[in-house]
Structure formats: C-alpha cells, structure tokens
C-alpha cells in the first residue's frame, strides 16, 4: 500500500504563487507515475499535470499554460507542484496521485491511478 499526504495549500492573492507537496509513504513509489488533480466546488475531477517515474516525461492540462510545474523527487518520495501566477479560476482541492505501470509513463486519466492523497485546499482571492 502506498499512502499520500498532500501539503502547501492555503489562500493567495491572485497573481501569487503556491508549492504543493506530495510525500509518499509505505511501498515506494519511485517506480510509479504520479501526478496532480483538482475538484473545483460544484465541477468534476479534472487532470492537472503527470509526470514519469523517472521525470524524463509530463504532462500538462492546457489551463496551466506554462504557469505550473510539475517535478519529483524519488530520493524523498515526494512529487511538487510548483503554481505560479494564480488565477480565482485555480482555486479548488488538489490531489495527488500514483499508480504504478509497466513503463513508468505519464498518465493523464484518473480512474488508472490507484493510490490517491486526501487533498488540499487552494483559494485564490481577487
């Protein structure tokens, strides 16, 4: 079993930038892909970004528009999401997520991530 824990969110301005943390615990994940959701109020689950087991690959949702980054580090079995230039729209519960898979790659969808983190809240203020 693995266990997530997600931490850094909080309330900023719009504009401000945000660093949200994923540590990992149990099994390690170093071999798995990981990556980060988000469930606004009211809005379904959405992808936000993913990245390989080894970082050599991610992916990002097209509203990131080069504002957020995605990164790991396997050495603290962590995953980082690095948010810049918040908007009122990026406010929602961020997730992380790992699954483990024969390649290690970047998965975009959900429902193949199997260990999923309880969430933390990020409220952007206009």
């Known amino acids: 079993q693995v266990q997530l824990v997600e931490s850094g969110g909080g309330l900023v301005q719009a504009g401000g930038s945000l660093r949200l943390s994923c540590a990992a615990s149990g099994r390690t994940i170093t071999t798995y892909a990981a990556g980060w959701f988000r469930q606004a109020s009211g809005k379904e689950r959405e992808f936000v970004a993913g990245?390989?087991?080894?970082?050599?690959?991610?992916s990002y949702a097209d509203f990131t528009k080069g504002r957020f980054t995605i990164s790991r580090d396997n050495a603290k079995q962590t995953v980082y999401l690095q948010m810049n230039s918040l908007k009122p729209e990026d406010m929602a519960v961020y997730y992380c997520a790992a699954a483990f898979t024969a390649t290690g790659g970047v998965i975009r969808i959900d429902s193949q991530y199997t260990y999923w983190g309880q969430g933390t809240q990020v409220t952007v203020s206009s």
């Open positions: 990245i390989s087991w080894n970082s050599h690959s991610t």
